[in-house]
């Protein structure tokens, strides 16, 4: 399941309860009288309710927060590596952690190529993982194309911990690089010429431009002298 999806499921559960988030003050002035809802006294009354109902809405939404790995923050992934029996370190980052507790609950049952899958998926977008059983071996090719923002050593680890123990494992780190370039060339020439009178001169010019890609622009002038007396 994304991390889209999974927010967007915490934020529907919590809707369904009706948990108020923002303006519970002018919420409960709604449900009294004018002459209580003018009263400097239950004014304050009710500002300082609803900013404590503002605060349980905060707290129980991030408590839904911490029902997946996929969407748990700091707090909520401590107690997720305590359940699957991980020790927790803080200086990794969060989605390295929440994608080695992924990893974690995705060694249950019999460890099969697709069990090595998963696993290498929680961390990577693509994985291929080619058998040479004869030789006692596996190769595993982790594809990305946005890059690896971390050191793979959890995963690793992982994998170490769900394969056979008498199977090596080879791996291959494949990152591809997705862009569009364009070229353009642009030629300009000018050339500005002053004929004099009663001068005759032949002019001749001749020129050769090879290019790929090219867009040429010629200008030229000329300006009559005045007639010398």
Same mark, same amino acid.
């Given at each position: 399941m994304s991390n889209s999806s999974d927010s967007t499921l915490a934020s529907?559960?919590?809707? *369904? &309860?009706? &948990?108020?988030?923002?303006e519970n003050s002018e919420e409960l002035k709604s449900y009294v009288l004018d002459e209580i809802r003018n009263s400097s006294i239950f004014n304050e009354i009710f500002n300082e309710h609803g900013q404590v109902l503002d605060k349980i809405g905060l707290d129980i939404s991030d408590l839904f927060l911490q029902v997946l790995p996929q969407?748990?923050? $700091?707090?909520?992934?401590?107690l997720w590596e305590k359940r699957v029996g991980i020790t927790t370190n803080t200086s990794k980052s969060i989605e390295e952690r929440r994608a080695k507790i992924l990893a974690k609950?995705?060694?249950? =049952?019999?460890?099969t190529v697709e069990v090595i899958r998963q696993i290498c998926k929680s961390f990577v977008s693509s994985v *291929?993982? !080619?058998?040479?059983?004869? +030789?006692?071996?596996?190769?595993?090719n982790l594809l990305t194309t946005t890059g690896f923002p971390y050191a793979l050593d959890s995963?690793? +680890?992982?994998? *170490? %911990?769900?394969?056979?123990?008498?199977? =090596?494992?080879?791996y291959k780190l494949i990152a591809t690089t997705q862009s569009e370039i364009y070229y353009g060339l642009l030629a300009m020439t000018g050339e500005c010429l002053t004929v004099y009178p009663r001068i005759d001169k032949k !002019? *001749?010019?001749? =020129?050769?431009? $090879?290019? =790929? &890609?090219?867009?040429?622009?010629?200008?030229?002038? %000329?300006t009559q002298s005045k007639e010398v007396i």
């Open positions: 529907s559960i919590i809707g *369904e &309860i009706g &948990i108020l988030t923002a969407t748990a923050t $700091e707090w909520g992934l401590t609950l995705n060694t249950k =049952g019999t460890t *291929e993982i !080619i058998q040479n059983n004869s +030789d006692y071996y596996f190769e595993v995963l690793y +680890d992982s994998v *170490e %911990i769900a394969k056979q123990a008498h199977l =090596g494992v080879e !002019i *001749e010019t001749s =020129g050769k431009i $090879e290019a =790929g &890609i090219s867009q040429n622009v010629g200008s030229g002038s %000329i």
